[in-house]
C-alpha cells in the first residue's frame, strides 16, 4: 500500500453512469488517500481509446473497466494487462471463483436484464416471466432497445430462444416494437405512457426517472443473463502499485457498496442497496451470441 501511495494517483477508464462513479472515488481516496482520475466513455469507445494509445506506445490508462471479456482475452499475447493473484489483490481470495474467468480480468458487477413497465399499466409483481413481452396491453406498445451492437442484448435473445424456442422471438416480432438506440429514449417512452414496457432493460437507463417519480419500476424475470462488468490492471501502467490497490478495493465489500450502489448486481451476497443478483442469473455467452447475430436478428425482424 505504501508503494501505491507513493505513485498518488490511479487513472479509471469506465463506461458506468456518472451517478455511480462519485462514491468510489470518494471512498477509494478516503480508504487509501489515493485520487482517482477518471475517464468516462462507453465500452466501446474505451476500448478504440485504449487499444490506439497502445499501439502508440502510451500506457494512460491504470484500470480498465469494461463489459466485454472478447477484448481481455484478445490482449493476453499482447501483454497488455497484469496478473492479478491474492499476494497483490488479496480481496480475491474471498471473490466467487465463477466470476474470475482469468487471471488477467474479473468480473466486478452486473446489470441484470429485465423489463422496465409503467406502473399504472402494469403491476410489477405480475410480471414474472418473459411471457409479459406478448401480453396483449403490449401490443404496438412495446419500446424494444436495438440489440444491433450490445453483444449483451444479442446474449438476452439467445437466453429467450434457449427457454422458448425461436417462434417466441417471431412472436415479439409481431408485436410490432418500436425499436429504440438506446436504453434512456426506451424508458422515456414508458414514463409518457406511449409505451407499456421496454426490453431488454437495465436498471440504469430509468433510474433517473423513477427517482424523479415517473410511474416505472424495472422487473427481473427468470432465467436471465447481465450487462457484465470486468476489470483489469495494465502492466506497465503510470501508477501500477495504485492500479491493483484500485482493483482491490472495487472487490471489497466496502468497494462494491459504492461501486453498485442503486443500478447494478454484485458477485457478493447481501451488498446494501444495490439490485439483488436473480437467482436464475446465468453467465451471459456472448461470444455464441455474436456467432449467431444474424439469425437472431432476423427472428425479431431486424
Known amino acids: 500500500m505504501e ?6 494517483k490511479v487513472v479509471w477508464y469506465t463506461p458506468i453512469p456518472e451517478f455511480g462513479i462519485s462514491d468510489v472515488l470518494v471512498g477509494f481516496e478516503k480508504a487509501y488517500g489515493i485520487k482517482v482520475e477518471v475517464v468516462r466513455f462507453p465500452g466501446n469507445t474505451l476500448i478504440q481509446r485504449y487499444s490506439a494509445e497502445r499501439e502508440a506506445g502510451q500506457v494512460l490508462a491504470d484500470v480498465m473497466h469494461i463489459p466485454e471479456t472478447a477484448f481481455f ?3 493476453k499475447d499482447k501483454g497488455w494487462f497484469a496478473d492479478l493473484n491474492e499476494s497483490e489483490v488479496p480481496a480475491l481470495a474471498n471473490w466467487p471463483q465463477q466470476f ?3 487471471d488477467h480480468y474479473v468480473m466486478v458487477n452486473t446489470q441484470p436484464i429485465g423489463i422496465t413497465v409503467n406502473t399504472d399499466e402494469f403491476d410489477p409483481a ?3 416471466s418473459w411471457d409479459s413481452l406478448l401480453d396483449k396491453r403490449a401490443s404496438t406498445r ?3 432497445v436495438d440489440p444491433t451492437n450490445n453483444p449483451y442484448y444479442l446474449a438476452w435473445l439467445r437466453m429467450l430462444e434457449e427457454q422458448y424456442g425461436p417462434e417466441f422471438l417471431e412472436s415479439i416480432a409481431a408485436q410490432s416494437p418500436k425499436k429504440l438506440d438506446s436504453a434512456v429514449p426506451a424508458a422515456q417512452q414508458v414514463a409518457a405512457h406511449e409505451s407499456v414496457l421496454m426490453a431488454p432493460a437495465a ?7 423513477q427517482n424523479e417519480g415517473a410511474p416505472i419500476e424495472t422487473v427481473y424475470p427468470e432465467p436471465t443473463v447481465g450487462i457484465e462488468g470486468y476489470v483489469g490492471a495494465s502492466a506497465d501502467g503510470p501508477h501500477p502499485n495504485a492500479a491493483k490497490l484500485f482493483v482491490n478495493y472495487l472487490l471489497t465489500r466496502a468497494g462494491q457498496e459504492v461501486l453498485n450502489r442503486g443500478y447494478a448486481a454484485s458477485p457478493l451476497p447481501d451488498i446494501p442497496d444495490s439490485i439483488p443478483m436473480p437467482e436464475g442469473y446465468t453467465r451471459a455467452d456472448t461470444a455464441a451470441a455474436i456467432a449467431e447475430k444474424k439469425r437472431l436478428l432476423g427472428l425479431i425482424g431486424l
Not at 508503494?3 to 498518488?8: D, L, P, T, V
Not at 436498471?203 to 426517472?209: D, E, I, N, Q, R
Open 3 to 8: 508503494a501505491a501511495q507513493k505513485e498518488g
Open 73 to 75: 482475452e484478445d490482449s
Open 203 to 209: 436498471v440504469s437507463g430509468s433510474l433517473a426517472l
Open 142 to 144: 412495446f419500446a424494444m
Open 100 to 102: 474470475i474467468p482469468d
Open 126 to 128: 405480475e410480471v414474472t
